[in-house]
């Protein structure tokens, strides 16, 4: 069965780095994944597709801040420089014959 | 730009129906795959259907299976969910999404949602 699991929550300093996991259930490796950021009160938004060698493809506007990277089953989201705006609800989305989301990661910007 | 606006939601009692609507425009609607995926209040992204470009083919999440019906108008740019046998657990914001051209893949457009209360 096709799963993605994220860890509930993050925090990270003004300024700093922080990575969030996404990872892909067994004998799935090799799926690309999506990522989206909800900020509090707002809808949803495409950041990026990540594909299994680590590619990605970014949506409209999307700072460079934001980069993807995948290591075997794990899909990797790094904020850079963080700012206060990047504290939000992170989630991972992938597919097959149906379209799954992870329970997402909630960002704390310290 | 894209937009995606929908509307429809409201408050409804247990066992009733909603018609949802989404609106697209900034794109070639009928090139894409589109979902619909909602949001329990305070809960995380939970899928609900897709449907393929032409509505040829049409799949749902097991929540959904029997009670909810995806549909498009592609003259009129417009995806919809009907919503019948109506629980207080589909209490949520839904939101239209937009696909891929080949498959029901990655979402990258998603509209600003609508607000579905299900309560007696």
């Known amino acids: 069965q096709l799963v993605v699991t994220q860890s509930p929550s993050a925090s990270a300093s003004l300024g700093a780095s922080v990575k969030l996991t996404c990872t892909l259930s067994?004998?799935?490796?090799?799926?690309?994944i999506a990522w989206h950021q909800q900020q509090p009160e707002k809808g949803p938004r495409f950041l990026m597709k990540?594909?299994?060698?680590?590619?990605?493809t970014k949506g409209d506007g999307i700072p460079d801040r934001f980069s993807g990277s995948s290591s075997g089953a794990e899909r990797y989201l790094t904020i850079s420089s963080l700012q206060s705006e990047d504290e939000a609800d992170y989630y991972c989305?992938?597919?097959?014959?149906?379209?799954?989301f992870g329970g997402g990661t909630k960002l704390t910007v310290l | 730009q894209v937009q995606l606006v929908e509307s429809g939601g409201g408050l409804v009692k247990p066992g009733g129906s909603l018609r949802l609507s989404c609106a697209a425009s900034?794109?070639?609607?009928?090139?894409?795959?589109m979902s619909w995926v909602r949001q329990a209040p305070g809960k995380g992204l939970e899928w609900v259907s897709y449907?393929?470009?032409?509505?040829?083919?049409?799949y749902y999440a097991d929540s959904a299976k029997g009670r909810f019906t995806i549909s498009r108008d592609n003259a009129k740019n417009s995806l919809y969910l009907q919503l019948d046998s109506l629980r207080t657990e589909d209490t949520a914001v839904y939101y239209c999404?937009?696909?891929?051209?080949?498959?029901?893949?990655?979402?990258?457009?998603w509209g600003q949602g609508t607000l579905v209360t299900v309560s007696s």
């Open positions: 999404a937009r696909q891929t051209q080949t498959r029901a893949a990655e979402i990258d457009y």
């Open positions: 067994s004998g799935h490796s090799n799926y690309a």
């Open positions: 990540l594909n299994s060698d680590g590619s990605h």
């Open positions: 989305q992938t597919w097959g014959t149906d379209v799954v």
């Open positions: 900034g794109f070639t609607f009928s090139d894409f795959y």
């Open positions: 449907i393929s470009r032409d509505g040829s083919t049409v």
